[in-house]
């Protein structure tokens, strides 16, 4: 588009960028500006920067909070995931505008600024309290002008591999390695609601309260049709109570046991006949009470056995929806997508990158990375093509 236009480019966040194609001239990281004008129209970064808490006082002070935080995101969005390339990106006549402010006429902050701001400043309660609840600040932002009518949520965990003595890391035996166990909740846009950093060696599930609540309670007055889908990690009555006081419509994998085998036991015992080329589905609705619950809930089943395969494969999930079961088991499968949103985090931004020693230092990291996902998010789902 640039190159065949007689006529330089311009941005609305600052009318005296001018966007050129010259050989000798380059940045790398132009692709922001689009960034930082989806930022500029819903005021994200401005917002953000308003509530937090700055404590410094001295008349040196160089750049404000807004410039930190949107060198901060932003360096995360290229790919620099952490504050080592600061001094290099502080000259970038790119990261510049970005920043915009002070920056603009002479750099943006150094290294040593940015490693002071995000562990000094942001690690403050306030202002990390603050910092975990950005993300929802901004899908309120952007929903406002296409509120929608219904809302998934997917809570699912990850791994973020440690290296060295890192407060909080621990081996993991289901991951193989020592490593953080971050807790994701996603809505069904791909925007990422909320995230906690937890310790390497915490169930799947653990503290699973602290990320979901204040994103059911966001949620709790609109007028919308509520949805959660979990693994079997979070196939707990406390769970399942939540989401029931608070109307969602659930989908949740269930473990298997001896009890709901029986219940399948006439769709497990042969093969199908004669032997066919594609598998070979069935499904199952019942009633269960496990021990641990306090009612009977509604469990599914799906039996599916494949050409070539001895025994088939089984698969059970609980929830409280009346659709058919072949409806419900497809509904529980589109769940997958969390975990591609979550590789995309890993291999796009690289926000398994929490290399600090302190454990507080790494949560702001988290936090940082996921305000860069959700603006990268924001712009694909928004203004990109399908």
């Known amino acids: 588009m640039g190159e065949t236009s007689e006529q330089a480019l311009r941005v609305d966040f600052d009318s005296s960028v001018r966007l050129e194609f010259h050989g000798a001239k380059v940045t790398s990281d132009a692709g922001l500006l689009a960034y930082r004008e989806l930022d500029e129209a819903f005021r994200l ?9 700055d404590a410094r006082r001295g008349r040196n002070t160089q750049h404000s909070l807004t410039a930190l935080l949107r060198q901060a995101v932003y360096s995360r969005l290229a790919g620099y995931e952490d504050t080592n390339d600061a001094g290099r990106l502080s000259v970038d006549p790119a990261m510049r505008q970005l920043v915009g402010e002070r920056a603009v006429s002479r750099q943006a902050a150094s290294a040593s600024e940015m490693s002071r701001f995000e562990t000094d400043m942001l690690t403050q309660p306030p202002n990390l309290e603050t910092l975990m609840g950005l993300s929802a600040r901004w899908i309120d932002s952007i929903q406002g002008r296409d509120p929608g009518h219904v809302l998934i949520l997917d809570l699912d965990s990850s791994v973020s591999p440690t290296h060295g003595d890192q ?27 909320r995230v906690q950093l937890r310790n390497g060696n915490v169930h799947s599930a653990d503290d699973w309260r602290s990320v979901l609540e204040p994103v059911v309670v966001r949620y709790r007055d609109k007028a919308i049709r509520k949805f959660f889908r979990g693994d079997a990690a979070f196939a707990r009555p406390d769970v399942y109570e939540f989401l029931e006081a608070d109307r969602y419509g659930y989908v949740i994998r269930l473990p298997a046991n001896a009890r709901l085998y029986r219940e399948v036991k006439n769709l497990i015992q042969s093969p199908p006949e004669p032997p066919v080329e594609e598998p070979v589905v069935y499904y199952a609705s019942f009633s269960y009470q496990a021990d641990s619950w306090d009612r009977p809930r509604r469990v599914i089943a799906k039996v599916a056995w494949h050409p070539g395969e001895l025994l088939p494969r089984l698969g059970f999930v609980v929830t409280n929806l009346t659709w058919s079961p072949q409806k419900v088991v497809k509904f529980y499968n589109r769940r997958g997508t969390a975990e591609q949103w979550i590789k995309e985090g890993k291999h796009a931004l690289n926000w398994t990158r929490l290399s600090c020693h302190d454990f507080v230092d790494n949560q702001v990291r988290l936090q940082l990375f996921a305000l860069a996902y959700n603006l990268g998010n924001f712009l694909r789902r928004l203004a990109l093509p399908e």
Do not use: I
């Open 45 to 53: 970064t401005d917002s953000a920067a308003e509530a937090l808490f």
């Open 167 to 193: 407060e909080g890391s621990a081996y993991n035996g289901h991951f193989g390695c020592a490593c953080y166990h971050p807790l994701f909740c996603f809505n069904q846009s791909g925007d990422l609601e």
